[in-house]
């Protein structure tokens, strides 16, 4: 079995920050990729960001440039969120994907304020 627990989400003003992590253990073997993805109430689940082993990283258009993905080890990544806004509000997900499959945290939310 794997897990992933995330923590770090919150309230926030517009403009603030916040840092996400999640932590894998359990069953893990060959990580092909991490990341975070969110879900807004009414809206389905999208990415927001993954970084691969090899250390090459993915950004939804709408966080460029504000986000930034980031591993310090093998089972732990981690989302620094900058210059958040209101549309950012959503509960967000860990992932991780490794031996062709998905596995999900049970999320964190960030609410940001205006």
């Known amino acids: 079995q794997v897990q992933l627990v995330e923590s770090g989400g919150g309230l926030v003003q517009a403009g603030g920050s916040l840092r996400l992590s999640c932590a894998a253990s359990g069953s893990i073997f060959r990580i092909n990729r991490m990341g975070w993805y969110r879900q807004a109430p009414g809206k389905q689940r999208e990415l927001v960001a993954t970084?691969?082993?090899?250390?090459?990283t993915n950004y939804a258009d709408s966080v460029k440039g504000r986000f930034t993905i980031s591993r310090d080890n093998t089972k732990e990544v981690y989302l620094q969120m900058n210059s958040l806004k209101p549309k950012d509000t959503a509960v967000y997900y860990c992932n991780l994907y490794m031996l062709r499959a998905n596995y999900w945290g049970q999320g964190t939310q960030v609410t940001v304020s205006s």
């Open positions: 970084i691969r082993s090899g250390g090459s």
